[in-house]
């Protein structure tokens, strides 16, 4: 049986579903055909602006969205697949806030849903700090699929960390 890091959590049923795909060589097979496609948001400003199209469509007036980039530094087993970072800094007299997302340049070629998840999972931390019942219930307000996203997401890294990428 294979280990399953980015898996841990889920049942013993579902690892050795996952573990059979692995096998069985089809994981590619089931990731293609659930998302035969990558989206084309390549450069940051696509980013900023895809990010800014959701934030205005379920988040209404929150903070202002400063900067969206993709960020190479960012080691996706280690740290995370994206990051948020809210800075507060004293400026000419004046306290001047900066929201910026970090999503891992891994996924600026990746299917669509895997991008939104990680960006709306990063929105929702402007209103819910900590990943909590709210926090989930607002990543699926944003995103109703975001669960299997996260689930496939998981399963593409898997496939990434295995046997590489399949969308190249």
């Not at 891994?106 to 209103?127: D, G, N, S």
């Not at 990943?131 to 890294?157: G, I, S, T, V, W």
Request: aromatic share 12%; glycine share 4%; with cysteine.
């Amino acid at each position: 049986m294979t280990a399953l890091k980015y898996l841990t959590g889920y049942s013993a049923d579902t690892l050795q579903k996952v573990n059979t795909l692995i096998e069985e060589k089809k994981l590619a097979e089931v990731l293609l055909k659930r998302y035969p496609n990558v989206h084309q948001v390549r450069t940051d400003g696509a980013l900023y602006q895809y990010t800014q199209q959701i934030k205005a469509d379920f988040m209404g007036k929150t903070q202002p969205l400063n900067r969206v980039s993709y960020d190479s530094k960012i080691k996706v087993i280690q740290h995370a697949l994206g990051q948020h970072h809210y800075i507060s800094r004293i400026h000419g007299g004046k306290l001047k806030t900066v929201n910026e997302i970090k999503i891992a340049s891994v996924f600026r070629t990746a299917p669509e849903a895997f991008l939104k998840m990680i960006i709306v999972h990063e929105l929702a931390h402007f209103k819910e700090k900590e990943h909590n019942k709210a926090f989930y219930q607002l990543c699926c307000h944003m995103e109703p699929q975001y669960h299997q996203y996260e689930f496939d997401l998981r399963l593409y890294l898997t496939q990434l960390d295995l046997f590489g990428d399949i969308y190249t």
